[in-house]
């Protein structure tokens, strides 16, 4: 038989290219023009040790969107198409090594760009710009995400870039999770009914609608099941009476069902 | 999959089990970062609602997101070592990462990570380091030729040292 599929019709489609000069509408150009310098301090500084987290404002560089390097080797045999390839170290010399002291370099720097949306149109539309939009500033500390790897026993060593990597795929995780509750959050509100000017609270319960709703977030469905249904006694801000979220669901139970370590707070 | 429980240890700590029964305790320090990243996102102008009013998360969501976050690193990782493991190499390398996050469904993460490992591969950490190997490589001289230099480079630094006048 002749397996003929059909292209998709690619006439209307326009994608648009990346105009670098005004990459975001936060971000000033100059910031731009200095990734190059900052790229540089980003992994030395992320590399050196994670040591206070709490001040870090560690950036994602940027360069020029991703092209297939020429004077390098293309290991990487998966690679889908469309993708730039990077050639992966041996065994040998790509092993972790210890946390090695190092000079606090600077620490914030340019955002990274939306990089997803624009710079690939050959094929890749059907993958999001997984960053949403998002520019982030800070992420999670390389070591602490070494240390977590690690606590699993079965993990035995792990490249240098591995767990910037991961760092950022964490990052994007977390965007679509955080965005995910926001939204289960404001859709919740019913149109407002004349309140929702204040700034609105996103609750446990709307992760866990959050993560039923996404199929990729399944593997949280176990966390999930642990929040309870109700909440406590609303902060009372936008509680109408008849519309809020805490009503949709069960009828608000005072202390009922509060598994929650911290429950010295109240919503 | 993984076994999940809670143990209080007296101050805000969450604690994991993975299946491989190991611990990984909440840092004081995780909930900083995880704070600024949740700030950074909900008040980005492609998240917020079109009223402009910025979300904020509860205490207790912020927890749940951070339980979230470790379980997704270690979720990663597991994959990721299988990969490895089948493709008979002993280290995790960011393709073992990447494959894993397609096995996953996230598929979408590919490009970014991908930049991120180009990066890296410029960046002075890993340009330090070729250059170190590549030094003691292009040096032409075995490793017991290596450490003969050594030995007589101390002897020589000792000889100089004693024999200055005192």
Redesign the interface.
């Known amino acids: 038989m002749d397996y003929r599929p059909q292209s998709p019709d690619l006439s209307s489609y326009a994608p648009q290219s990346p105009d670098l000069s005004g990459l975001q ?2 971000s000033p150009d100059p910031r731009f023009r200095h990734q190059q310098h900052h ?2 301090a ?3 500084a992320q ?1 050196g040790g994670g040591a206070g ?2 001040g ?2 560690l950036s994602y ?1 940027t ?1 020029a969107p ?1 092209s297939p ?1 020429q004077a ?1 080797q293309c290991d ?1 045999d ?3 198409p469309g ?2 390839a ?4 041996s ?1 040998g ?4 090594l210890p946390d090695a002291p190092s000079a606090k370099a600077a620490r914030r720097g340019p955002t990274h760009n939306a ?2 949306s624009s ?2 149109g050959n094929g ?1 539309q059907a ?2 710009d ?12 390389v070591a ?2 070494k ?3 690690q ?12 767990p ?12 679509k ?3 995910s ?2 939204e289960q ?2 859709g919740n509100v019913a149109g ?1 009914a004349g309140g ?9 319960q ?2 866990k609608k959050a ?1 039923i709703a996404n ?2 977030f399944d ?2 469905t ?2 999930a099941s ?2 309870p249904e109700a909440t406590a006694k609303p902060v009372g801000k936008v509680k109408e009476g008849s519309d809020s979220e805490e009503t949709k669901e069960v009828k608000p139970r005072k202390k009922a069902g509060k598994k ?3 429950s010295g ?1 109240d ?1 | ?2 076994v ?1 429980s ?1 143990h ?1 240890r007296g101050q ?1 700590g969450i604690t994991y089990l ?1 299946a ?5 305790e909440a ?1 004081k ?2 909930t ?3 704070q ?3 700030n ?3 008040s ?4 917020q ?1 079109e ?1 402009g ?9 912020r ?3 951070i ?12 994959e ?2 299988e990969i490895a493991e089948k493709d008979a ?11 894993a ?1 397609e096995e ?23 340009q330090s ?1 070729e250059r170190k ?1 590549t030094k003691i490589e292009q040096s032409g001289m075995s490793n017991e030729e290596l450490i003969k230099a050594q030995e007589e480079l101390f002897r020589s630094a000792g000889e100089k040292y004693n024999s200055v006048p005192s």
């Not at chain 1, 950022?168 to 995780?173: G, K, P, Q, T, V």
């Open positions: 509408p936060r790229q540089h980003r992994f030395g590399f987290f709490a870090a404002a560089p360069s991703p390097p390098q990487y998966s690679l889908q993708m730039a990077y050639s992966v170290k065994e010399d790509g092993e972790y990089r997803g710079s690939n890749s993958l999001t997984a960053t949403l939009g998002v520019q982030l500033k800070t992420s999670f500390p602490r995400i240390r977590i790897m606590a699993d026993e079965d993990i035995g060593k792990v490249a240098q870039v591995t910037h990597a991961v760092s950022r795929a964490l990052e994007l995780f977390m965007i999770l955080i965005s509750s926001a959050a404001r407002g929702a000017k204040g700034p609105r609270k996103v609750l446990p709307h992760m993560i199929d990729t593997f949280l176990d966390i642990r929040v929650r370590k911290d707070d919503f | 999959m993984a999940h809670h209080h805000s993975s491989a029964a190991a611990r990984v840092d320090r995780d900083a970062t995880v600024k990243i949740i950074e996102v909900l980005s102008p492609s998240i609602g009223n009013a910025t979300m904020t998360f509860a205490k207790e969501t927890d749940l997101l339980e979230c976050c470790v379980e997704f690193i270690t979720m990663l990782s597991s990721a070592n190499k002993k280290t995790i390398a960011c393709e073992h990462i990447t494959k996050l996953l469904g996230f598929a979408d993460y590919v490009p970014e990570l991908v930049a991120v490992a180009d990066q890296f591969k410029n960046s002075q950490v890993a380091r190997q």
